[in-house]
C-alpha cells in the first residue's frame, strides 16, 4: 500500500511513495522524462513490469536489493536505470540487468564488484555506472575491461589492473576522483592507452611521479587533454616540465609555483589555478602576455603588468574572490583595462583596503549589489565613489566612519533608494553621527553600540537609517 491516498485526478509525486501498486503503477506520470522514488523500498516483478513501459528515466534512491524477477522485468525499458542504494546484487539478476535496452545502468551503491557480477554485466550495450565500488579484484577487473561500452568507476580508491586503467583511459570521459595514486605502470596505461582521446579527465591523484607526469604529457602532446587536477597541492619543477604541453589543465588545490613550474605550466592552451597565490611579479608579468592562465586564488597584487591584463586577457570564469590586497599602482592599471575590455570588473568580496577612486568607479558603475564585505579601510575620494554605485552596497568591513567620510556619505547618499550596509560599524563620533543624520538615503547600521545618547537620537530621526533595536 502507499503512504498516502491520492485523489483519481491528482498529479502524484513518486518521491511520496513508501509502496507501490501496480494501478498506482500505472497511473503515474513523469516529471519532465522521469520518475524518481525517493522513498520506495521494494520493487516487486508486477510492478517493475509496468514501470518498465514508461517512457521515462527511472530512479530508485531507496532500493537497497533487487530480484531477479524484477531486474527481469525491466530488462524491456527504454530509458536510463538508476539504484544508486542498492548495496548487493545476485548474478543471475546482474544477468538480466544487462539485457537493459536504456542506454545508461547505474548501479552506484555496489561496493564492490564480483567476479560473478562483472561476467553478468560485461555484455550490457550502454554505460555502466558503477561509482561506488572502490576497489576491483584482478578478475572482476579483467572482465570489465572486455567491455565494448564505456564504464565508470569514479569511486576507486585503488587502481592496479593495466588492461583496466587501458579501458578507462580510453574512453570519452574519465572521473577518477577518488584515486588518491597510482604506479608508473598503470599511470602510462591509463594516461597512454591505445585508444587514448581529446577529453576531459576528472583526477583525484594528490601526488604525480616523474613517469606518470611524463605519460600526462606524453598524452597532451599526441591526443590533447584536459586534466582536472582536483587534489593535486604541489607541483615540483620537474613534474611541470614532464606535464608541460600544449593542452588544458585545472589544479583546485596547488597554492604555489616556482618560477621554473610558472615558465613550463605556461605552455598549456588554457590552465585555471583555482588556489594559487604563491608565485612572483616575474611569473604573473609572463602571463600577462598571453589568454588562457587564469590565476583565481590571489590574495595580494602588486604586479602592474598582470594588472594591466588581467581582464582583457581572461575570459568570463574568472574570479578574484580571494584578492585581499592591490597596491594604488595596479588598482589603477586593473580599472583601465576594464574599461578598455569593456568587461567591467570581477567581484572583489575579500578586498581589504582601497585608495584608488579609478578601481572604486569602476565597481561602482558594474549592476547589480556592489559587496565590498571585507574593505576595512577605503580613502574619502574612493568612498564617495563606491557610493555612487546605483544598487544595494555592502561595506560590512568598515568598523568606523571619520567625521570627513560621513559628510560625504551624506552627500553622495541624497535622495539615494538603495540601502548601504555597514554592519560593521560599531562606533560613531558626535561629527559623524551629525553628518549622517542629514543623509536623505538609506543606511543600514546594525551593530553600532558606541555612540551618544544625542547623536543616537538624532539618526532615530531619520526614518531611512537603521538602528539595534
Not at 428 to 441: I, N, P, V
Amino acid at each position: 500500500m502507499s503512504s498516502f491516498a491520492p485523489t483519481p485526478t491528482e498529479t502524484v509525486d513518486p518521491g511520496r511513495f513508501t509502496a507501490l501498486t501496480v494501478e498506482q503503477a500505472r497511473n503515474l506520470k513523469p516529471n519532465r522524462g522521469s520518475l524518481r522514488f525517493e522513498k520506495l523500498t521494494e520493487l516487486t516483478p508486477a510492478v517493475a513490469a509496468i514501470l518498465a513501459e514508461q517512457e521515462a528515466e527511472l530512479t530508485f534512491n531507496a532500493v537497497t536489493s533487487l530480484s531477479a524477477e524484477s531486474a527481469k522485468a525491466l530488462a524491456g525499458h527504454k530509458k536510463s536505470l538508476s539504484f544508486p542504494k542498492l548495496a548487493g546484487i545476485a548474478a543471475d539478476a546482474a544477468q538480466a540487468l544487462a539485457r537493459h535496452e536504456g542506454g545508461s545502468l547505474t548501479l552506484n551503491g555496489l561496493p564492490t564488484v564480483s567476479p560473478e557480477v562483472a561476467k553478468a554485466l560485461v555484455d550490457y550495450k550502454g554505460d555502466l555506472h558503477l561509482d561506488g565500488a572502490k576497489e576491483v579484484s584482478a578478475d572482476a577487473a579483467a572482465v570489465l575491461a572486455g567491455r565494448k561500452g564505456a564504464i565508470h568507476l569514479g569511486g576507486l580508491t585503488s587502481l592496479t589492473s593495466i588492461p583496466l586503467a587501458q579501458k578507462l583511459g580510453g574512453q570519452n570521459f574519465m572521473n577518477l576522483n577518488a584515486l588518491a595514486t597510482v604506479s608508473d605502470d598503470v599511470g602510462r596505461a591509463l594516461f597512454m592507452s591505445p585508444d587514448a582521446k581529446n577529453i576531459e579527465l576528472y583526477l583525484g591523484l594528490k601526488e604525480l611521479s616523474l613517469g606518470t607526469a611524463k605519460a600526462m604529457g606524453e598524452r597532451g602532446r599526441t591526443v590533447g587533454a584536459h586534466f582536472h587536477m582536483n587534489e593535486l597541492e604541489s607541483i615540483p619543477d620537474e613534474i611541470a616540465e614532464a606535464l608541460s604541453c600544449k593542452a588544458a589543465i585545472r589544479c583546485s588545490k596547488v597554492t604555489m609555483l616556482s618560477d621554473r613550474a610558472a615558465k613550463a605550466l605556461n605552455q598549456f592552451n588554457h590552465s585555471h589555478m583555482y588556489a594559487l597565490s604563491d608565485v612572483s611579479n616575474e611569473a604573473l608579468e609572463m602571463f600577462s602576455k598571453r589568454q588562457g592562465f587564469m590565476i583565481h586564488g590571489l590574495k595580494k597584487l602588486d604586479c602592474v603588468p598582470f594588472a594591466s591584463t588581467v581582464m582583457s586577457n581572461n575570459s568570463s570564469f574568472l574570479d578574484l574572490n580571494q584578492l585581499a590586497t592591490i597596491s594604488d599602482e595596479a588598482a589603477d592599471a586593473l580599472a583601465k583595462d576594464a574599461i578598455r575590455s569593456n568587461r567591467g570588473v570581477v567581484p572583489l568580496p575579500a578586498l581589504k583596503s582601497l585608495n584608488s577612486v579609478a578601481l572604486a568607479e569602476v565597481l561602482a558603475a558594474q549592476k547589480g549589489n556592489l559587496r565590498l564585505p571585507k574593505l576595512e579601510k577605503v580613502s574619502d575620494a574612493a568612498l564617495g565613489a563606491l557610493v555612487a554605485h546605483k544598487g544595494p552596497i555592502d561595506l560590512s568591513g568598515l568598523t568606523t566612519l571619520q567625521a570627513p567620510q560621513a559628510a560625504a556619505l551624506a552627500k553622495a547618499l541624497a535622495g539615494r533608494e538603495d540601502e548601504l550596509v555597514l554592519n560593521g560599524v560599531q562606533e560613531l563620533s558626535d561629527e559623524a553621527a551629525r553628518a549622517l543624520a542629514e543623509t536623505k538615503g538609506r543606511i543600514s547600521l546594525p551593530r553600532l553600540t558606541k555612540i551618544s545618547e544625542a547623536s543616537a537620537a538624532a539618526l532615530r530621526k531619520n526614518a531611512g537609517i537603521s538602528l539595534p533595536k
